[in-house]
């Protein structure tokens, strides 16, 4: 395994470590190796040039450190000031781990079950000539993900210029429109029928409900604008459904509530709701950690709206 800016194993591990809070580990990922600094492997090149050695032979190189691919996750982790909690789960094989990975980095998505195939089988220096054939010394796992990091170009948006105000004019229109084809279904029942529930006192308002909705559409049109922007629809392909799947219950809720007038069947659906913005909250955080941040507010307006459904429904049996 080399580590470096651009080896397939290191930019793996370091988006994986970027986009994701919690992360599944199989066992694959404990499997134990020992990583080395692409440097090193230069050097090695290098010094094999000039150095008198056996005709045909093999050596056996490595780092300093021996260390699990996990271990890497966690040290890239800290080494990038970022909490992530690996959970290990015995059950995923390396063809489901290759359709996971192909959800949250496609771009590696196509080699990398060949990847993780390698991954599953120890890579420990057994044959230690090396040390006495050359004069490299490879650095620690520290050392190389340090220099790796470093080497690492921080790709720009996926989307720019044109491109972009086109994005965010679509995801801020498509919210606007859930939210007026939704009014639609208020039209009648505001007037006749709502009035007329038993309602807790807390409850606000009926100008109040327009005035926030209108708010939290544009927050969260603004929130998908950013994470698409930022990786392109291929690569924020899960974030992204999970927000489009969170859009359509966001829609359908009115036409439940009022235009079905079934607040019980409303409630159902609107728990479904609030997972699926949670769900697209925490997806959105490793992205772009202001569109996770612009999709909070929404979660808690959701929470109040489920907690005063709920009300409606006990109080209107």
Not at 273 to 293: I, K, Y
Request: net charge positive; aromatic share 10%; glycine share 8%.
């Amino acid at each position: 395994m080399i580590v470096g800016g651009g080896s397939l194993p290191f930019e793996m591990a370091r988006r994986l470590v970027e986009k994701l809070s919690v992360m599944l580990t199989p066992s694959w990922v404990r499997t134990l190796a020992q990583p080395i600094a692409v440097g090193d492997v230069v050097a090695y090149l290098l010094e094999a040039i000039d150095t008198r050695l056996p005709e045909g032979g093999i050596f056996e190189i490595g780092g300093a450190d021996t260390i699990s691919y996990g271990g890497l996750m966690r040290e890239i982790a800290q080494q990038r000031g970022r909490r992530r909690w690996m959970i290990p789960v015995p059950v995923l094989s390396p063809r489901l781990s290759s359709r996971w990975l192909s959800l949250f980095s496609p771009r590696e998505a196509r080699v990398g079950k060949a990847m993780i195939e390698g991954v599953r089988n120890e890579t420990i220096v057994k044959d230690r000539s090396a040390e006495t054939a050359f004069r490299v010394r490879p650095v620690g796992i520290r050392e190389a993900v340090r220099r790796a990091l470093a080497e690492t170009v921080r790709p720009g948006p996926a989307l720019s210029g044109r491109r972009s105000l086109l994005a965010a004019a679509t995801t801020i229109g498509v919210c606007l429109a859930v939210g007026a084809v939704g009014s639609l279904a208020n039209a009648v029942s505001l007037s006749s029928w709502y009035p007329t529930l038993s309602k807790p006192s807390w409850c606000p308002p009926g100008w109040v409900f327009g005035s926030v909705w209108t708010v939290m559409y544009v927050l969260m049109g603004v929130a998908a604008w950013r994470v698409w922007r930022r990786d392109g629809i291929l690569e924020a392909r899960l974030p992204l459904a999970l927000f489009t799947v969170q859009l359509v219950l966001n829609g359908a809720w009115s036409w439940i509530f009022f235009g079905a007038r079934a607040p019980a069947a409303a409630l159902v659906e609107i728990v479904a709701l609030w997972l699926a913005v949670l769900a697209t909250t925490v997806f959105f955080f490793p992205r772009d950690r202001v569109a996770g941040w612009m999709m909070v507010p929404y979660l808690a307006w959701a929470s109040f709206a489920t907690a005063l459904n709920a009300a409606i429904v006990g109080l209107n049996p």
